[in-house]
């Protein structure tokens, strides 16, 4: 991902790093242990022009059977915690229910072909219009997804946050910026919308927490 | 002696519908190859103009409906409506006309996906996934007529999934019995079960999405009842089945041929079956919602689909570790259906292993809508599908032409293929931050290499294919002449000379050089030619067909007057042909010999024709449940619904309601009286049955005349009501459709009757019909309910 960019990781993406390399490591595994198994057998035993029947074979395939399914509900039961343990990416943070409020909400209307952002005080922006999304650094921001028209998917690459923006609907996601500095193009359509879905995109401007709060926060519920 | 091309237009035998099937849809695969190939040009390098968006979009959409619905699943079904019945020891399917519709249908609906490149505006744009409401509200007829070919391919599929499980279940050869059944046919079983219970859904979808964009019902552009959900529920519900649909032939393929080249059984055959038949068919109805993880379903149940997920992947290690170890103190020959089904496990497992990922919501955060995706769905069923069926290809042309192909020629293809496609796919597994379906990129890290590393493999890839049809040209004109069982395999369709099971091809015939093999099947046969008809021949599947595509032409160019002509021509051909078919029974102008008594067992005491009403009126349940299960979602969703009771009469419909479950028990009647042998008594109660149903009909045409006239309409300005009219108007409408496609039957089965045809031992038609009337009466008892009741 951009970890090289980013000296300290944003929390969603700390997560999401150690959940995908220990996928990694198994899937990649699994994927090298069995291909070999087969490619060692096929060699193993390959005809070479033995005459006459071929050896009367027993019914071992039980033993197989078992060994395989033991193997994996272990290893499946392993990478299925790992993920329980990762939900705190998808759920919403329960300190986002405290008075007062340490984490911030902007609502976002996506729409054929940007996205609409409006902050707590009001302000909004467009992508269209070269507005990035602004947040602040070192804090907690809720997105609430919906969408104005068509099925569009928000997604933030960097963050490894992503959610459908339908229409009638509020979607929510959660992530933390950690550095500040105006990202390109960070802001991604991950549905196919039409014709102008390569150009859905958007900035992102990460802030100091206090300018924002300045600048977009209103007053605080 | 019967013209060639009558021969083929006409033909219901197996043989010559699976030929029909397997050329047609090489040729919808290579269309959709096309498709890939302009979509690779222009993803080859950044910021490309080889083509727009929207001809880009167009690509996307239909190199994916093409590629699945008419190259994969036509490609299997033409190996299967060649070699089930041989594996099995049948003389055809249990239904050959029925089998010849399927096939029509299907290129019907193909003609009709074909024709919406042509029309103005172009074809499908909204990906072939069909996301609402960008799908209801992409202008133009084109993605009409395409959404439309949907309809007819899926109604295909259910025909043709009715024929083959009763085919499988009652038409085996004495001696053929399940612990018996080649793997080939066990795994088309098991793709038919899952194909019966899942186009019905798709059908369902389609029709929502064709009379929004025809009718202009409101199902999909009705906001406040969350469109986009209500598809992805209807969608994926068909949508994950099908990709199990899509693999298992070329699984089954591998099952089937890995003895023959390894010179042992199959490891764990019944675990393969267990693992297949019984895990993963009914949880690949349990696990859609992985495709929805985003759209903001509650996180215990994202976790719930997760472990159903993950729980699937277990039968699929089962098996893959048996085709391994099957493997294992064999003699394995590398002859080239070998190292294809090789290489289908090898991708396979790769593919599987990133399914996997996209098992975890968490990991789902970054790998949907991207290339990851794309490369896993690929490497599962171009890899293990297409490398499957490829085998398959390979193993039975020389039971199909009587020759062999070019061994050197196939090796060769096999690498290329083998290669190009590793070349093709695997960049994707790394582009995990590009979206999927974006027809242009800026030049981003790494996106402008591997696309680029990409677009070389998919001509490599494509090249290769090449090699396919040109040995398929070799074999054909110069194949040298086949062993009569070239793999040493002790299945029916290479042995049924060898064995003391009689031979499954047509009696009489002189057997070619080189034994029971390369024969394309004689139609008709001598006998049947002496008594001056064609026993394997019937206008009527090509003609119904014809008129239904004609019909939904007509249908997506309304209101235009051209659109109205083609609508009522249809209508009349398919009217017409089923009259035609009705008409032919009654005087015996297609006959089939009576299959021997065979193995049947656990379905021994159940005759044909009821077994096939029963598995067609189980599709039924799913098409209704999924149009009802539709409309709950619907309500459920909805804020703004009319006040029960405040639009629909509730006497009338009250009235209704009795008058239908009247019609129940007085069809019950007429079958009493046949079962005594009173004809009279039987054709008397069936005459009070159709007198109830018209009343329904009648009382229902007045009631939309009624309700029309007080505004209850799709354009209606209060959403409420339009969206309410849109339910009841299609789902009564599907409902009125059945009782009035039964009141036909019940002309035809009395007039029938009237002949003395029907007897106290002989009156199946009869009581085939009571099931096919009771089920009307049930699913009224859900309508009426739902509709007028709440």
Partial sequence: MYSGILSSLPSTVATYDFLFNWYLFFGVGAAVVVI???????????????????????????????????????????????????????????????????????????????????????????????????????????????????????????????????????????????????????????????????????????????????????VKP | MVSWLNRWLYTTNHKDVGMLYFFTSLYFGFVGAILALLMRVQLSVPNNNFLSAVYYNQALTMHGLIMIFWFLSPVALGLANYFVPLQIGADDLAFPRLNAMSYWLYLAGGVLAVLSFFVPGGTANAGWTTYQPLAVLTPGTGPTLAYLGMVLLAASVTLGSVNFLVSII????????????????????????????????????????????????????????????????????????????????????????????????????????????????????????????????????????????????????????????????????????????????????????????????????????????????????????????????????????????????????????????????????????????????????????????????????????????????????????????????????????????????????????????????????????????????????????????????????????????LLGLGGIVVVYSFYGWARDDLRGRFQIPPEPEGDRWPFSAVPKMKLGMWVFLSSEVVLFGSFLGAYIFIRAASGIWPIAGSIHEVPLGTFNTLVLVTSGLTMFMSLQAIRNGDQRGSISWMAVTFVLGAVFMGVKVSEWTNLGATGFALTSANPGIGLAASAYYIIVGLHGAHVTAGLLMMVYLMKKSASGFYTKDSHEAIENFGLYWAFVDIVWCFVFPLFYLL
């Avoid at chain 2, 800026?442 to 070389?456: E, K």
């Avoid at chain 2, 064609?534 to 019909?551: C, K, N, T, V, W």
């Avoid at chain 2, 007509?554 to 209101?559: L, T």
């Fill in chain 1, 36 to 218: 070999s198994l087969l490619v060692f057998f096929m060699y193993r035993y390959r005809y070479r022009g033995e005459s006459g029947p071929p050896p009367v074979h027993k019914t071992e395939g039980w033993k197989i059977v078992l060994v395989t399914v033991l193997i994996s509900i272990s290893v499946l039961t392993a990478a299925e915690y790992q993920t329980f343990a990762s939900f705190g990416n998808i759920e919403m943070p329960s300190q986002c229910s405290a008075i007062p409020d340490p984490c911030v909400t902007i609502r976002l209307s996506a729409f054929q072909w940007g996205w609409n952002f409006t902050y707590p005080d009001g302000k909004f922006a467009v992508s269209t219009q070269n507005q990035p999304l602004t947040v602040p650094a070192g804090t907690i921001v809720i997105m609430n997804i919906t969408s104005k028209d068509v099925f569009h998917s928000f997604g933030i690459p960097m963050l490894d946050v992503k959610e459908d923006a339908v229409p009638g609907k509020v979607n929510q996601l959660w992530f933390m910026a950690s550095n500040t500095g105006f990202y390109t193009d960070a802001i991604r359509c991950f549905e196919l919308c039409g014709v102008g879905h390569a150009f859905m995109l958007g900035n992102v401007s990460v802030i100091d927490a206090a300018t924002w709060q300045t600048q977009f926060g209103g």
């Fill in chain 2, 170 to 565: 009652w038409l085996r050869a004495p001696g053929m019995t399940l612990s018996k059944l080649p793997m080939f046919t066990w795994f088309m079983l098991f793709t038919i079960i899952a194909m019966l219970f899942a186009f019905p859904t798709l059908i369902a979808a389609f029709v929502l999405a064709s009379s929004d964009r025809i009718l202009g019902t409101v199902f999909f552009t009705s906001t406040g009842i969350q469109p986009s959900i209500l598809w992805d529920n209807l969608f994926w519900f068909f949508g994950h089945p099908e990709v199990y649909i899509v693999l298992l032939p070329g699984f089954g393929i591998i099952a089937n041929i890995l003895p023959s080249f390894t010179g042992r059984p199959l490891a764990a055959k019944n675990a393969i079956l267990i693992a297949t038949g019984l895990i993963v068919i009914p949880l690949s109805f349990g696990v859609w919602m992985h495709h929805m993880f985003l759209t903001g379903i509650p996180v215990a149940l994202q976790g719930a689909f997760s472990v159903a997920t993950i729980a699937i992947s277990i039968p699929f290690d089962v098996i893959t570790l048996s085709f391994i170890e099957s493997l294992i103190r064999g003699r394995v020959k590398f002859a080239t259906p070998m190292l294809f089904a090789l290489g289908a496990i090898i991708l396979f497992i790769i593919g599987g292993i990133t399914g996997v990922f996209l098992s975890s919501p968490v990991l789902d955060r970054a790998f949907r809508g991207s290339y990851f995706v794309v490369a896993h769905f690929h490497y599962v069923m171009v890899g293990a599908a297409i490398f499957g069926i490829i085998a398959g290809i390979y193993y039975w042309l020389p039971r199909m032409t009587g020759k062999m192909y070019n061994e050197r020629l196939g090796k060769v293809h096999f690498l290329i293929s083998f290669v190009g496609f590793n070349i093709l796919y695997f960049p994707m597994n790394l582009l995990v931050d590009m979206p999927r379906r974006i027809f242009t990129y800026q030049n981003v890290s790494d996106w402008a290499t591997l696309n680029g590393i990409a677009s070389v493999g998919a001509f490599i890839f494509a090249g290769a294919q090449i090699l396919l049809a040109y040995n398929l040209l070799f074999t054909w004109y110069r194949g040298p002449i086949a062993p009569a069982n070239p793999w040493g395999s002790p299945d029916l369709e290479w042995t049924s000379q060898a064995e003391g099971i009689a031979p499954a091809v047509e009696s009489g015939a002189t057997p070619p050089v080189g034994g029971w093999i390369g024969q394309l099947a004689a139609a008709p046969s001598p006998a049947a030619e002496a008594h001056g008809h064609y026993a394997h021949l019937s206008s009527r599947p090509i003609q119904i067909s014809l008129g239904a595509m004609l019909f939904l032409i007509g249908a997506a160019f309304y209101p235009d007057i051209l659109g109205l002509g």
